[in-house]
């Protein structure tokens, strides 16, 4: 079945270091391919999203690259904030469903 | 701006006791899921549903129901709650069509089952 592994946390920076997940994914045909961010009390929120191979899906200083060759969907910022501080989760899109990681906790210290 | 609303918020259960999960979408989305986060585990899908009517079992749907009798509401049943079911439940909507893939999510209901 499909899956999503990404990299396990908890990741503590400061600020305006860069930040990197890793995040790869098994499927059959061609998902796409999400990042969620979670706010402590909050639900989900999309953050960035691709559907197909070598799109590049961005928001607020984010991206991400559909590698279908790695089936790899790393997500990066190049100098992350307090406020970026948070759960984020990569996750696929086949059929009608998603498969989540299991979230990577990320701290930003001032 | 409702989005996707779930009630309760906290719950807190007895073993065996039944409850239910409220959730609304005012989107007229078609589509809507509920997963339950569990720390190091992610989101894992319990029921699902694409449209008034029909349902389906997700990765984890035992001791899990769920009915679809209108588009904007999605119920989910706990029959008779378990200590395994402590958890945060979030309620998904998704519109149709294939440039409908961003899903939304509700703030989520913390269940304790003692």
């Known amino acids: 079945g499909d899956s999503v592994t990404q990299m396990e946390g908890p990741v503590t920076l400061s600020e305006e270091a860069f930040l990197t997940i890793n995040c790869t994914y098994t499927?059959?045909?061609?998902?796409?391919l999400f990042w969620y961010v979670q706010y402590p009390g909050e639900g989900l929120q999309l953050l960035l999203k691709?559907?197909?191979?070598?799109d590049k899906g961005s928001n607020k200083g984010f991206e991400a690259t559909y590698r279908k060759e790695t089936t790899s969907f790393h997500l990066e910022k190049g100098s992350v904030q307090v406020s970026d501080s948070a759960v984020y989760f990569c996750?696929?899109?086949?059929?009608?469903?998603?498969?989540f990681g299991a979230g990577t906790t990320v701290t930003v210290r001032a | 701006n409702a989005g996707v609303t779930q009630t309760p918020k906290f719950q807190v259960l007895k073993t065996g006791q039944s409850m239910t999960l409220q959730c609304a979408q005012d989107?007229?989305?078609?589509?809507m899921s509920w997963y339950r986060q569990d720390p190091g585990m992610g989101l894992r899908l319990i029921h699902y549903?694409?449209?008034?009517?029909?349902?389906d079992q997700g990765e984890v749907p035992n001791g899990y129901n769920v009915s679809r009798s209108t588009t904007e509401d999605f119920p989910l049943r706990l029959l008779s709650a378990a200590p395994s079911q402590t958890s945060v439940y979030f309620c998904?909507?998704?519109?149709?069509?294939?440039?409908?893939?961003?899903?939304?999510f509700g703030q989520g209901t913390r269940l304790t089952v003692v």
């Open positions: 691709a559907t197909k191979a070598d």
């Open positions: 989107m007229n989305h078609e589509y």
């Open positions: 998904a909507s998704r519109g149709q069509g294939a440039g409908n893939t961003e899903a939304f």
């Open positions: 549903s694409v449209g008034a009517g029909i349902t």
């Open positions: 499927a059959t045909g061609y998902p796409s």
């Open positions: 996750a696929l899109m086949r059929d009608y469903k998603l498969s």
